[in-house]
């Protein structure tokens, strides 16, 4: 299945662009409120930059590792994904940080906790956890997971896969296009 993926950017706030978003999800109503919005767009009525791509078919996701290894982790050190620090500690763990505890299996796990409670990872990865291997694969599928960076302050505390997740192909767009009226 090929995608067409649109983006409008318009000088209003969401609120107000609510009123052509369907919300009850029916989809004849929906299209109906999108076609009423590109009416205005297009009369002048309103100003939005609009960019049309293609998408690829069966577009995969990009996946990476995080191995924890037990004895070798310190209090303090770091696994940074996609940007977001998150921070061994010893004792209870808060926002940003995860336990070491017991072993390798059970601090992968709450490796995996944290990730999934951080609102910017949560976003954009899933994480699981199988003895001392951290699996995260991009909720996006395509090479746009390619992207996410992964970084250990001490390896082998926690060994990255790669610098970055990989495996993520298709789904690639096509050029965009943006037809643009006031912006």
Partial sequence: MSSIVITIKSGRVYA????FIDVAGNPRNGVQKLKQYFKSVESGAEN????VQRGSANPVAATGTLTV???SMQANDTVTLAGVVLTAVTGSPSTGQFKKETDATVTAANLVTAILANATLAGIVTASSALAVVTLTALQAGVCGNQYTLVSSRDPGV??????MAGGTGGALTTAITYSRGI
């Fill in 69 to 71: 290894t037990y004895a």
């Fill in 159 to 164: 060994t990255v896969s790669a610098a970055k």
């Fill in 48 to 51: 939005a930059a609009i960019t």
């Fill in 16 to 19: 107000d662009l609510a009123r």
